[in-house]
């Protein structure tokens, strides 16, 4: 890829309050993140954070090197991390092959030149979820399994919000210099994610939401927490949460999504919570 990314410039909260429903979508929502032999990507400006898919089915696929990065190659000032989503399959940096089976999760550091991926199967294709931000360190490229992740239930059925989330690419897993990246996965009849909702002045965050059953969509609520819009997400979409605005969402079936956050700190705890009887 020699041409541009897609990018999506930062705005205020107080233009975000006066946005239609197709202005919130063409800024915040990402529609498109698989698409068979290619790479999907959209560089966000919030913290310069690009999110995408690679979805290699018939051949291996390269990450590319857009033009507005301004790069010798993606990785000169950057890291990766990535979550398959589906089928088995592999990823190749600079000569060493690491194998992902699905929910498996791979931290690739900066300074690596060359990045391909490939399914083991193309009548099951493997999905590369991407996130990527600025870099200035180095860090060792790392495969994390859902076993190795840092684990924690949250919630309860009564509250339709009993969830699990899989701390895969954070801080206390492995090191990274901004990028973190997990999955939560609702149980069956819970809808709620992220409820109470949050914010977290000093990280952006982009929630990519699948496993939506076919016919079921999610709600996704965004806005500061006294002036909340909503976008409807189909399953496989990426939604971008500036650091001033909630992100929360329900369902109308439970689902998973993976969230990606870079910024100021690696701290995940790092939240201003907003109580439920304030939100607006
Ligand atoms: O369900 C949740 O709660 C989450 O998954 C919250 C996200 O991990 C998050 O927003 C982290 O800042
Ligand atoms: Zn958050």
Not at 122 to 149: G, I, L
């Amino acid at each position: 890829m020699s041409g541009n990314i897609e990018s999506r410039n930062a705005c205020s909260p107080a233009e975000v309050s006066r946005m239609n429903t197709s202005e919130l979508r063409d800024n915040f929502l990402v529609e498109k993140i698989f698409k068979e032999d290619t790479v999907q990507l959209t560089l966000s400006f919030y913290d310069r954070f690009i999110t995408g898919g690679i979805m290699p089915v018939n051949e291996a696929v390269e990450l590319p090197n857009p033009g507005n990065l301004k790069a010798d190659y993606f990785l000169e000032r950057r890291e990766l991390g990535i979550i398959n989503v589906g089928g088995k399959g592999t990823v190749e940096a600079d000569g060493e092959s690491y194998t992902l089976d699905l929910k498996e999760a791979l931290y690739i550091g900066k300074e690596t030149r060359k990045v391909t991926f490939s399914s083991s199967d193309k009548s099951n294709p493997a999905k590369f979820y991407v996130n990527s931000a600025p870099a200035h360190q180095k860090y060792p490229t790392k495969k994390v399994t859902k076993k190795e992740a840092e684990t924690v239930t949250l919630g309860s059925l009564e509250n339709s919000n009993q969830r699990t989330i899989s701390k895969l690419l954070v801080a206390s897993v492995i090191g990274t210099c901004q990028l973190q990246m997990g999955m939560t996965e609702l149980k069956t009849g819970s809808v709620w994610n992220t409820m109470p909702a949050h914010t977290h002045d000093r990280r952006m965050e982009v929630y990519f939401y699948f496993e939506i059953p076919e016919g079921q969509s999610v709600c996704h609520f965004m806005g500061q927490p006294q002036e909340s819009r909503h976008i409807w997400m189909q399953n496989e979409q990426a939604v971008i949460s500036p650091q001033w605005s909630i992100h929360a969402g329900a369902g109308t079936s439970n689902y998973t999504f993976i969230w990606g956050m870079a910024g100021e700190n690696l701290d995940y705890g790092d939240m201003d919570v907003c109580p439920v009887k304030d939100l607006k």
